[in-house]
């Protein structure tokens, strides 16, 4: 299985600053055939199911606002939410669809601080 | 609007079989990957397996012995049975669809979650 692991565990940022949320997967994700890599990433609030925000490690899911962004490459990635606003308060989780059994990070909690 | 809803047993006994059904509304389920994923309490997620609407699956190793799921095309649902349940299935059951377009495979459906316990 490809384990994948994000860091920091939680992060406190302020509003209108910039949250940055690594993943760092056991073996590379990048398929070389056709140089992508198979990362996505998910938003989960409290109480809902996760909500798709980004895939091919830097795609962002259609009406996911801008100021999410994704990047990295091979077994490092990022996620960036540039300017945080409260409603981004939530648990991040990236996930590998590089091959079966897909795999998850164990989460970072982002907070408000 | 697709929407996906689980339903079944929030309560189930340890050594018995946990069934869920997640119940498709808005689209058919054919031509789709189907898959069930859990949440322990205040923990990460776990993929357990997928259906194709053919009927063909994939499941988690990790829990490949005791995983069953079907569809039923007829009634636009699929369902996961999982046998020899112990404390350490509670968790909150989700069902979602895959979206598979180009190579990618993510979820960009999912069902509310149901909460499962098992306890005596």
């Known amino acids: 299985d490809i384990v994948m692991t994000q860091s920091p565990d939680s992060l406190a940022v302020s509003l209108g600053e910039r949250a940055t949320i690594n993943c760092k997967s056991s073996q590379s994700v990048l398929y070389s055939s056709n140089n992508k890599n198979y990362l996505a990433w998910y938003q989960q609030k409290p109480g809902q199911p996760p909500n798709l925000l980004i895939y091919w490690a830097s795609t962002r899911e259609s009406g996911v606002p801008d100021r999410f962004s994704g990047s990295g490459s091979g077994t490092d990635f990022t996620l960036t939410i540039s300017s945080l606003q409260a409603e981004d308060a939530a648990v991040y989780y990236c996930?590998?669809?590089?091959?079966?059994?897909?795999?998850f990070g164990q989460g970072t909690k982002l907070e408000i601080k | 609007q697709v929407q996906l809803q689980e339903s079944g047993p929030g309560l189930v006994k340890p050594s018995e079989t946990l069934s869920l059904t997640c119940t498709v509304s808005?689209?058919?389920?054919?031509?789709?990957?189907w898959s069930w994923i859990r949440q322990p309490p205040g923990k990460g997620l776990e993929w357990m397996g997928y259906?194709?609407?053919?009927?063909?699956?994939n499941y988690n190793p990790s829990l490949k012995s005791r995983v069953t799921i079907s569809v039923d095309t007829s009634k636009n649902h699929f369902s996961l049975q999982l046998s020899s349940v112990t404390a350490a299935d509670t968790a909150v059951y989700y069902c979602?669809?895959?979206?598979?377009?180009?190579?990618?495979?993510?979820?960009?459906?999912w069902g509310q979650g149901t909460l499962v316990t098992v306890s005596s």
């Open positions: 808005g689209d058919s389920i054919s031509n789709y990957y």
């Open positions: 996930q590998q669809y590089y091959s079966t059994p897909y795999t």
């Open positions: 259906i194709y609407s053919s009927g063909s699956t």
């Open positions: 979602a669809r895959e979206r598979r377009a180009g190579g990618y495979v993510v979820f960009d459906y």
